[in-house]
């Protein structure tokens, strides 16, 4: 069986049915990442990943999970609480869920706050605009030297640290 992206955002669209037919916590279901776009192949090198995220009504057990599908496909599911989406306009400075919610597919909603989001994330064309760019581009630098100026003064053994 050749794989697709039409393969890829029905595998997608049946996992978050069955997510949220048995999961009443769950509010919204969209995916994101390469699937969505129209423009890049989805497939890197024979293999690929489906970006799901679920909305919780109140605050998920995990925040991410991963379903192996095949050795060269899996599902990559994020979990967030609805309350991270209290304030949509508050989304455009955000550097990762602003660009997650800024033209995601949908795939289910209950209760319409999909929309609500977006109405606010997109409203007035402003999340484009010079001055939210720059402030989402300066908290990606300042998390990028965080991490560079961690490295810095690594020991002679490095392991993985426990968050």
Do not use: C
Not at 45 to 61: R, S, T, W
Not at 93 to 107: Q, T
Not at 115 to 136: H, I, K, T, W, Y
């Amino acid at each position: 069986m050749r794989v697709t992206r039409e393969t890829l955002i029905r595998i997608a669209k049946e996992t978050a049915q069955e997510r949220a037919f048995n999961d009443r916590d769950i509010i919204v279901a969209y995916l994101t990442g390469s699937l969505v776009s129209n423009e890049t192949d989805p497939l890197f090198g024979g293999a690929a990943d489906i970006d799901l995220v679920f909305v919780h009504a109140a605050k998920p057990l995990r925040s991410r999970e991963f379903v192996k599908l095949t050795p060269d496909f899996h599902i990559d599911i994020s979990h967030r609480a609805k309350a991270e989406f209290k304030r949509p306009r508050d989304l455009r400075l955000d550097p990762w869920l602003g660009w997650e919610m800024y033209a995601p597919m949908l795939l289910y909603d209950r209760e319409k706050l999909f929309d609500f989001v977006q109405a606010g994330l997109r409203a007035g064309f402003e999340f484009n605009a010079p001055a939210p760019s720059l402030q989402r581009s300066r908290i990606l630098l300042k998390k990028a030297r965080a991490i560079w100026h961690e490295l810095l003064y690594i020991a002679d053994s490095v392991e993985p640290s426990v968050v």
